[in-house]
């Protein structure tokens, strides 16, 4: 070998470190803008169910203060026998499970999408084998069970968790006749506890998929 070819490999190595350094700096902002758009349209969707469920809030507080009005205080037994709070439960129910479901899909195809772009930085020099491996793992990843519980898991356990939260703040607000004002105002609370939540897991997930895919 020549001197002339140890320099042109010595160069086409220094010029490849210097393309793989820029792509996975590339791949490290794909990564936070990616992110950051799912985080956006979560939020939107939060909006939405927020407004669902405070038409039927409001609709709950008109009865619960003609009740007032007429001087029949309201029970816990009561309430539950009142039509437009039955009509909460199945509107919040029904929201919940769709934020739920959404985040779950979502995320689902953002983690995996990840992966996949750190695997296939240049999988087409590869082959369609090659290919085939990086979809597997990043299908593996996106089930890993490395924090103490899936991430689908996570989602649907604080699904449960934010369904019954809301409930309990409804019907402590309604039988301690609590301001309706103060009640939108827990209910506002409670939607943006529940998606400061859903932030942090495509933060967290977003990074360990990232990472692992990197390893």
Do not use: C
């Amino acid at each position: 070998i020549t001197n002339k070819q140890r320099y042109d490999a010595y160069g086409k190595m220094q010029r490849n470190r210097a393309y793989w350094k820029r792509r996975a700096l590339a791949l490290e902002g794909d990564k936070e803008a990616q992110s950051e758009a799912l985080t956006r349209r979560v939020k939107k969707v939060y909006r939405e169910s927020f407004r669902a469920v405070e038409t039927e809030i409001n609709a709950l507080v008109v009865e619960i203060a003609r009740r007032f009005e007429i001087g029949e205080p309201i029970t816990r037994s009561q309430l539950y026998q009142i039509n437009k709070y039955q009509t909460v439960k199945e509107t919040l129910a029904r929201e919940i499970t769709a934020l739920a479901s959404f985040l779950d899909k979502n995320l689902t195809a953002h983690v995996q999408k990840l992966a996949l772009d750190v695997f296939g930085v240049n999988m087409a020099e590869f082959g369609r084998e090659f290919n085939i491996i990086g979809e597997f793992q990043a299908r593996a990843i996106a089930s890993m069970n490395w924090s103490g519980a899936k991430f689908s898991d996570r989602i649907w356990g604080n699904a449960d968790a934010f369904n019954q939260r809301v409930l309990e703040d409804i019907e402590k607000a309604v039988i301690g006749g609590v301001n309706p004002d103060t009640l939108k105002k827990r209910l506002m609370e409670d939607f943006e506890r529940d998606y400061s939540q859903a932030d942090r897991l495509i933060r967290t997930e977003s990074s360990h998929a990232y990472n692992t895919a990197a390893l």
